[in-house]
């Protein structure tokens, strides 16, 4: 379990333009959440941006902000946007070296894993689709981290499977 964000602190992602952003800079000054996402095609992943769309102000009242970090290339934010209505900070890291600094999980099982259709189902039903091309490494699974201005990893959240995404109620309560 990562303990600490050092390492991560002197990496970098890309905004939707290519420019880069230092991980660091995020948790300077308050506690940041770090959403990562599979990919920005998963709908699983534009489900879960959605949800923190609706209610990410819990987070921020609690005392955190809320960046997304997908791992596709930069000109799919855009449609991740449009497709979710996420308004806030979207970035990504089409080399993943981010997602293996956060010790996230990746591979086959993970991802065609039963206990995701289901979640699925209910996020096409909330109006969510699935991309028909993936947008970013579909094999990556997704994670939470909660950074505080030390740099202490107070909270890390591994996805064991596509659709295993945190509550808000959850990240709130690993902010305060």
């Not at 489900?47 to 000109?75: K, Q």
């Not at 039903?125 to 579909?138: E, L, W």
């Amino acid at each position: 379990m990562l303990t600490r964000a050092d390492d991560l602190a002197t990496m970098t992602v890309l905004d939707e333009h290519g420019a880069k952003k230092t991980l660091g800079d995020f948790w300077r000054e308050r506690p940041a959440v770090l959403v990562f996402t599979r990919h920005f095609g998963c709908i699983h992943c534009r489900e879960h941006a959605a949800i923190l769309e609706r209610e990410g102000h819990r987070i921020r009242a609690a005392g955190a902000d809320v960046i997304m970090i997908g791992n596709g290339a930069p000109n799919f934010i855009a449609g991740f946007r449009e497709q979710t209505h996420y308004t806030g900070p979207v970035y990504t890291d089409p080399s993943l070296a981010v997602f293996k600094a956060a010790e996230l999980k990746r591979g086959v099982v993970s991802t065609i894993n039963p206990l995701g259709f289901g979640k699925a189902l209910k996020a096409m039903v909330g109006g969510q689709r699935q991309a028909i091309v993936p947008q970013g490494d579909q094999w990556q699974q997704g994670g939470v981290l909660v950074i505080a201005p030390t740099g202490e990893v107070r909270w890390h959240y591994v996805s064991g499977r596509a659709g295993d995404d945190p509550s808000v109620d959850a990240i709130v309560r690993a902010v305060a």
